[in-house]
């Protein structure tokens, strides 16, 4: 893999002679897109988060133990995100993306509402794997909408901030959710949250447009590109050195991220005394303002250094990995939680450095016909480590030190985590190494 000269990939067709894709500035409908797509994304990203913020009153309701809670926040939901999240980014890459996406947000969103009337542990499991089905035709076909809407040199700054979807989301579900519960019931919170889903999905249709796959990447009189076989587009991102680091490092740092965010809530109230209501106002500024700059700010320096050297798409998530590691192991070890909450703002901002860079080298490096796709494949993987095994070791490590530790053993659990930062350092920094080899321009060789 460390062999920079072994895999060519394929270019993107040239630009408009005379003036760079760069020098364009995205027009309004761009805009009024990015907003649409960002607003379902918010609420892919709460639908999502609700499990992890409602933790607590659901095992109290549904009787179930740390192994189960991370086993649906964790493997059962990543086993249908993940692997559907293929075939749908083939079918969106050959047909309409905009409806894709609005199918998967009504499923979704269904599906969050069952969540909410579940009477069993069985039953709650079904409908979760059902969201994880739904949603995993939200991110993919949206990455490469953005894409054909603006044009390169700006990518960066779209993607982050469309990647602002998750921090927003998650701040609103606190929130939204720890609120309701506190107030009514937390299946409220799921009824409520995938109702605004179902009308969002409608909304979409009227007024969100079909962009042309590759207008921004291709000479105006250029023909569109052929349809891309699922067979070349996996074959060409297996075996494409900097595509699989760039997976790969997202994958070690997102069992961090979800690891921790799915029993962040639970830690908080469970070991370090905080009541539903202080979740609802300190831990969602923590998150909202911690992710959101993280995300954001990587996109923003990823499209002002990248200019200079590609190396940058695997350094911004290197150093941010490096400087997140002390003050994650204080926030597990803080004996307070105003201490441990303060600490948290800093790993919950610097955590998030790999996603910006990640999906916009994908979505640079491969062809317009293989943006969808090729979205979906980095999402496959990294979201099958972190997402399907960071939760579901959690839970798991969280029982097995119970007997020794039962006062602390999601604490216990956390710590364990920290190995995960030195591979996903690793990882990025020979990212950094193998586009250092390739040219400011082009495609990695």
């Excluded at 920079?4 to 894709?21: D, I, M, N, R, S």
């Excluded at 993306?97 to 969050?112: D, F, K, N």
């Excluded at 044009?151 to 901030?161: E, Y």
């Excluded at 999906?359 to 016909?369: D, G, I, Y």
Aim: some cysteine; charged content about 10%; proline content about 6%.
């Amino acid at each position: 893999m460390s062999n920079a000269e072994a895999v060519p990939v394929a270019t993107a067709p040239p630009l408009v002679e005379g003036g760079t894709a760069e020098a364009r500035a995205p027009d309004a409908r761009a805009w009024v897109a990015l907003g649409c797509l960002w607003f379902i994304y918010v609420l892919n990203f709460l639908d999502r988060q609700l499990l992890s913020i409602l933790a607590k009153p659901i095992q109290d309701t549904l009787h179930i133990t740390d192994s189960q809670l991370g086993l649906l926040g964790g493997l059962y939901f990543a086993a249908f995100y993940c692997f559907i999240a293929i075939p749908v980014g083939w079918l969106a890459d050959r047909t309409n993306r905009v409806a894709v996406l609005a199918i998967a947000c009504g499923i979704w969103s269904a599906a969050t509402m069952a969540c909410g009337v579940a009477k069993t542990y069985g039953g709650f499991a079904v409908a979760r794997m059902t969201v994880g089905f739904g949603e995993a035709g939200g991110v993919p076909p949206s990455y490469a909408i953005i894409t054909d809407y603006f044009p390169p040199g700006r990518r960066g700054r779209a993607l982050g901030l469309y990647n602002l979807g998750p921090p927003v989301g998650a701040a609103l579900g606190i929130a939204f959710g720890a609120s309701v519960a506190a107030a009514f019931s937390w299946r409220d919170a799921f009824l409520v949250t995938g109702g605004v889903g179902l009308v969002a999905a409608l909304a979409l249709t009227f007024i969100v447009r079909e962009p042309k796959r590759g207008g921004l990447d291709r000479a105006a009189d250029a023909p569109a590109p052929p349809k891309a076989g699922f067979g070349e587009t996996l074959r060409m991102f297996v075996c494409h050195p900097a595509l699989m680091l760039a997976a790969l490092g997202g994958g070690a740092t997102q069992f961090i991220t979800y690891g921790l965010g799915n029993f962040a809530t639970l830690f908080l109230m469970r070991e370090k005394g905080m009541t539903l209501q202080e979740v609802a106002l300190w831990y969602a500024l923590v998150v909202g303002v911690g992710m959101s700059v993280g995300i954001f700010g990587s996109g923003w320096l990823i499209d002002r250094f990248t200019r200079v050297s590609k190396r940058a798409y695997g350094l911004a998530p290197a150093i941010g990995l490096i400087l997140a590691v002390p003050f994650f192991l204080a926030f597990v070890w803080a004996p307070s939680w105003p201490l441990a909450i303060g600490l948290l703002i800093f790993p919950m901002c610097l955590n998030h450095f790999y996603l910006s860079p990640a999906v916009a080298l994908v979505q640079t490096e491969v062809r317009p016909n293989q943006r969808v796709m090729s979205g979906a494949l980095l999402l496959l993987v990294m979201n099958f480590i972190g997402l399907g095994l960071g939760p579901t070791y959690v839970g798991a490590a969280s029982d097995f030190f119970r007997a020794d530790h039962p006062t602390n053993s999601l604490q216990m659990a956390l710590f364990t985590l920290a190995p995960f930062y030195a591979l996903a350092i690793g990882l990025f920094l020979a990212l950094a190494r193998l586009l250092g080899k390739a040219p400011k321009t082009g495609a990695v060789q």
